[in-house]
């Protein structure tokens, strides 16, 4: 075993749900994130927050109604005024920009990563 890997066991504790993004709201002043996501997970667990980095890959409009893929049960991070509750699952293009992930076609929202 080398010293990144984890157990199967650690890696089944991470809970990955498929949000909708449903609100989208500038943050201007984040350092590191330029978005304040409101994501719906469904009847289970409704809507959370997340603040994103996602300029310049992403206009709102492209953002609204979105399925994404979250990480669902870290603590909670306080980003300026702001409380993130969900981690919003991005990988980096070529130029090192974010892009989301999500499933490659519509599924309930809620719906854990197997």
């Known amino acids: ?5 984890i157990s199967l066991e650690d890696f089944e504790q991470v809970e990955i749900r498929v949000g909708r993004i449903v ?3 500038p943050f201007p002043g984040g350092r590191y994130s330029s ?3 409101q994501i719906d997970f469904g009847d289970e667990l409704g809507t959370r927050k997340s603040l994103a980095r996602l300029i310049p890959n992403y206009a709102d409009a492209d953002l609204m109604r979105r399925q994404v ?10 980003i300026g005024k702001h409380r993130s509750e969900v981690l919003t ?6 130029e090192g920009n974010v892009v ?3 499933p490659d076609r519509d ?5 854990k990563l197997y």
């Not at 075993?1 to 890997?5: G, L, V």
């Not at 893929?69 to 306080?78: D, S």
């Not at 699952?89 to 070529?94: F, H």
């Open 1 to 5: 075993m080398n010293e990144n890997e």
């Open 23 to 25: 609100q989208i709201e």
């Open 35 to 37: 978005h304040i996501l």
């Open 69 to 78: 893929l979250c990480v669902v049960n870290l603590p909670p991070r306080q």
């Open 89 to 94: 699952l991005g990988v980096p293009d070529a």
């Open 100 to 102: 989301l992930l999500r």
């Open 107 to 111: 599924v309930p929202p809620g719906g």
